[in-house]
T-cell receptor, first 114, second 113 residues
Framework: DAGVTQSPTHLIKTRGQQVTLRCSPK?????VSWYQQALGQGPQFIFQYYEEEERQRGNFPDRFSGHQFPNYSSELNVNALLLGDSALYLCASSKLAGETDTQYFGPGTRLTVL | AQSVTQLGSHVSVSEGALVLLRCNYS??????LFWYVQYPNQGLQLLLK??????LVKGINGFEAEFKKSETSFHLTKPSAHMSDAAEYFC???????????FGTGTRLQVTL
């Protein structure tokens, strides 16, 4: 049973560019959450998707947007990249109905903005 | 609103010694509490969780944690540290089913010979 997968593993962009990160949830999961982990910090919640809709959103600007597909996979898009967007981006999947909020994390995508 | 405070950004113990990592939380609703471990250049792995019921929770790799409502704490312990326990540990809180996780800033555990 494959766990949560993310692609790419690493990414280097320059300021002002746009980036798309991808996530495939664990089998049987229908909810995807995205987190940003800056160096030396704990993960910060960006947003969560369920049934292709944004269900919750953290304190991130509109430059951060997402999408969930019918197969439950998800994308995170960041526009107009800033140096401060450099971080490890983590995807977590869970099952909304009948579960007790266990989120399983992928290995992350390391984004470097130059 | 919810928040987590992890006391001690770095903890060093000898191999075989007791591991104690501290976590205090704030929550306006009954909390769900979690401990995750992160090894270098990897994602987060769930160690254990508390939702309801028994306040002493046992997890993987010999770790356990006790939910103390009166102290708003959820400290992580392991009786005997192993070299392989060296990693970053994160405490997190959520408001319930599938709600967002709010993490602490992490505690780096070092295990020495």
């Amino acid at each position: 049973d494959a766990g949560v997968t993310q692609s790419p593993t690493h990414l280097i962009k320059t300021r002002g560019q746009q980036v798309t990160l991808r996530c495939s949830p664990k089998s049987g999961h229908d909810t995807v959450s995205w987190y940003q982990q800056a160096l030396g910090q704990g993960p910060q919640f960006i947003f969560q998707y369920y049934e292709e809709e944004e269900r919750q959103r953290g304190n991130f600007p509109d430059r951060f947007s997402g999408h969930q597909f019918p197969n439950y996979s998800s994308e995170l898009n960041v526009n107009a990249l800033l140096l401060g967007d450099s971080a490890l981006y983590l995807c977590a999947s869970s099952k909304l109905a009948g579960e007790t909020d266990t989120q399983y994390f992928g290995p992350g995508t390391r984004l470097t903005v130059l | 609103a919810q928040s987590v405070t992890q006391l001690g950004s770095h903890v060093s113990v000898s191999e075989g010694a007791l591991v104690l990592l501290r976590c205090n939380y704030s929550s306006s609703v009954p909390p769900y509490l979690f401990w995750y471990v992160q090894y270098p250049n990897q994602g987060l792995q769930l160690l254990l969780k508390y939702t309801t019921g028994a306040t002493l929770v046992k997890g993987i790799n010999g770790f356990e944690a006790e939910f103390k409502k009166s102290e708003t704490s959820f400290h992580l312990t392991k009786p005997s540290a192993h070299m392989s326990d060296a990693a970053e540990y994160f405490c997190a809180v959520s408001a319930g089913t599938a709600s967002k996780l709010t993490f602490g800033t992490g505690t780096r555990l070092q295990v020495t010979l």
